[in-house]
């Protein structure tokens, strides 16, 4: 991948929220003709935030009107997903890849990849601010949090941590879909939990429906152990499944695990 992942200082923390503030001040000074350019060089200077916190990224599909951008027909996860099949390998954290993919790409979500710098663990919306809610007030250290806004399941709240750690042999590693199975739904009910061989849109980040994808926390704060809020994650996501169940006039699964694009 582009880069080096060691820790993060809070030195690097603090250049990064100077960045976005200045950046931020300087966006509302000016509106008219030059939004659309600000909105750019914002759009930008998230993107770079991102990989500068050792998050390596990659093109995605964007929304065209209520469909994907993408050829395909019937695409199930629309503007949700790489335009590459390279994604992996193609995943940087170089600014001057980074600066000529958004440059050259202006209506372009971003992807992540999981699994070699970081895990996301994902979850309903409701249950993931009724857990977020619930870490801060315990003091438990919260990293990135984002929000994806989707009608009922589909949205999404994205909780960024460090990842399980990269084994001296690679065979000990195991893809995002193990952790993703069904047959995981009653232990773990609406909890996906993305490694390696899986990935998630970053802010900032355009949906159909005029929905979209922003930051909770961003990427400023250390990714924490994935460990220390499966607890409590783990709980809430039980806590909306028996509600959503209790709501649910037809039985539908409560728990939708990802449709891969």
Known sequence: MG???????????SRISQWLRRRGRTGADSGGAGAASQRSARREDLLLAVAAAGLPLAPAAHPAGYRCSCDRIGC??????PVS???????TTDRAQIERWARHQPQANFITAT?????VLDVPLDAGRAALARLLAAEVEVGPVAESEGVGEQGRMLFF???????????????CELDCHPETMD?????????????VLVPPARLP??????WVRGPEFTL??????????????????????????DGADIGAWPLRG
Do not use: N
């Not at 220390?228 to 709980?235: A, R």
């Open 3 to 13: 880069a080096e992942h060691g820790g993060r200082s809070s030195g690097a923390q």
């Open 76 to 81: 199930p996860t629309p503007a949700r997903h």
């Open 85 to 91: 099949f390279a994604w992996q390998t193609q995943s």
């Open 115 to 119: 699994g070699m710098v970081h895990d």
């Open 161 to 175: 941590t460090a990842t399980r750690g990269t084994p001296e042999d690679e065979d000990e590693w195991w893809p």
């Open 187 to 199: 232990e773990h009910p609406g909890l996906r939990w993305h490694c390696r061989g899986s990935y």
């Open 209 to 214: 429906g005029d929905l979209s994808v922003g």
């Open 224 to 249: 924490p152990d994935p460990l220390t809020l499966l607890e409590i994650l783990t709980d809430e996501c039980a806590r909306y499944a028996g509600e959503t169940k209790d709501d649910a006039d």
